[in-house]
């Protein structure tokens, strides 16, 4: 796709962008079609590539979130390799937003899974480091991936990396973490 078909270069559209991002009073805008958490943020701001002012749609998230995501995709693979009959296990809400139940074979298939999350995380196989991997070949503007360790993600920790990446002084760490799940928490 070119700049001229991509309406993230169109300086029309990054026009109303900076309208928008202004208004807020931060320097972008979150994503409001995608759910936010204290771990995951999507968002726009505006900067420049080549020489060519564009929109940067991000999405930014914790290094444990990103363990956390390596460890399942890499259960569900070794869960697929394990059942033949395998399929996702789709955990379905009953009437009064309550969990159902999972029949034998989705009991059966999460707790090998859990095994093999256990199993990673004892032998510290899966490591992650800080990153921002750009995509130019999108739709819309420019696609940034980011992985910073931080307990969680917040319009500060958004703010600051916008600037640092503005300014190309960004400083990513490229120590490998690994991380242990955190046992949910009952009262």
Known sequence: MSKQENKGFDPSVINNYKKRIEASGRSFLYDDSDEQSEEYAHFYFTGNYEGSEVIYDAVMYTLRLQHESELFEIAEHRAAQHFPDYKKINYDEDEN????????????????????????????????????????????????????????????????????????????????YSFQTKAEETS
Not at 107 to 120: Q, S, T, W
Request: no cysteine; charged share 35%; glycine share 6%.
């Open 97 to 176: 937003g309550n969990l159902e139940a999972l029949d034998d074979r989705e009991e059966e298939i999460g707790l090998f899974m859990a095994e093999v999350i256990m199993e990673l995380e004892e032998e510290d196989q899966v490591k992650v480091k800080e990153h921002v991997d750009m995509d130019i070949h999108v739709d819309f503007g420019i696609a940034l991936d980011i992985g910073l360790h931080v307990d969680e993600i917040t319009p500060g920790i958004i703010e600051k990396f916008i600037r640092d990446f503005n300014n190309d002084s960004l400083q990513l760490d490229s120590t490998l």
